[in-house]
């Protein structure tokens, strides 16, 4: 049987940290979904159609990876998928505490479904999303920390016309 696995998170937008995680994934999973959630603790900059069209973009040449979006429990969505786990990346300590919390929570909630963690390149602890919309609204550098359509779609919104 094919090993699925999913990558859940807000992606608002995909950053080249994600991106490495992706990979890696990809590497040792017969198939990746990146599935975009609707967080409602936070208020995206990019729409969930957006997220996901960068998203594809981000990762056309990658074979066996999928994006998708969902509302409602993370835990419901990969028992719909049939995956066998869920993929997440740590980058300090400041991450460990809120995704030992959710993984726990979602081992309760369903016992057969693992949460695997992807450490992140030492290039990438430093970076999310949030970092990347602080600096591209300044008009800062971002050509290394994102996918070239991600800087165009920032771009467009913070600097319009
Ligand atoms: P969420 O709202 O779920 O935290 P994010 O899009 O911010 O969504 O992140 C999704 C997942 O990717 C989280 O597990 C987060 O820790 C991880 N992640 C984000 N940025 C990086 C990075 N630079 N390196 C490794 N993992 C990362």
Redesign the pocket.
Known sequence: MKQTVVY?????PV?N??L??IKRAAQIFDQVIVAVFK?PQ?TPLFSMEERVELLKKATEDMDNVFIDSFTGLTIDYVKSKKAIAII????AIS?FEG?FQMALLNKELSEDVETIF?M??IR??Y???SVVKEVAQFGGNIDHLVPEAVKKALEKKYFPG
């Open positions: 859940p998170g807000s992606f608002d950053t940290g994600h490495d995680i967080n936070k997440r990346g740590l980058r991450d995704e992807f992140t390149d990438y602890t970076l999310s999303s």
